[in-house]
């Protein structure tokens, strides 16, 4: 239950985050709407999660998969470089995360 709830946290947060970039600095009302819609849900979403997960767990899959998808999201639809510096640091973010979840597992 807790991933679940963790993917719907990563989800909106990343939804927030791309329609904040088409917010234009809030000064359109939907994208605005949509930004602060999906940083509540997700933030609601990770205290559901903490319920369940460690706290260094959660935030570090959390951060490193929205900052992964985020960076996706800029390179595919938003015009965004995507050199070889980049895609390297994209799959560090990635291996960061999956060696935090190796490395506490019980």
Not at 21 to 37: E, I, M, N, Q
Not at 60 to 80: D, Y
């Amino acid at each position: 239950m807790g991933y679940g709830l963790l993917a719907g946290a990563i989800a909106a947060e990343v939804a927030g985050t791309t329609a904040m970039k088409y917010s234009d600095g809030f000064t359109r009302l939907w994208p605005s709407l949509v930004t602060v819609a999906g940083y509540l849900i997700a933030f609601t979403l990770l205290a559901q999660t903490l319920k369940t997960l460690s706290v260094g767990t959660a935030y570090a899959i959390w951060a490193g998969t929205g900052t992964a998808a985020i960076a996706v999201i800029g390179m595919l639809f938003m015009g965004e470089s995507a050199g070889l510096a980049k895609i390297a640091g994209l799959l560090l973010v990635i291996a960061g995360v999956i060696l935090l979840n190796v490395g506490g597992a019980h």
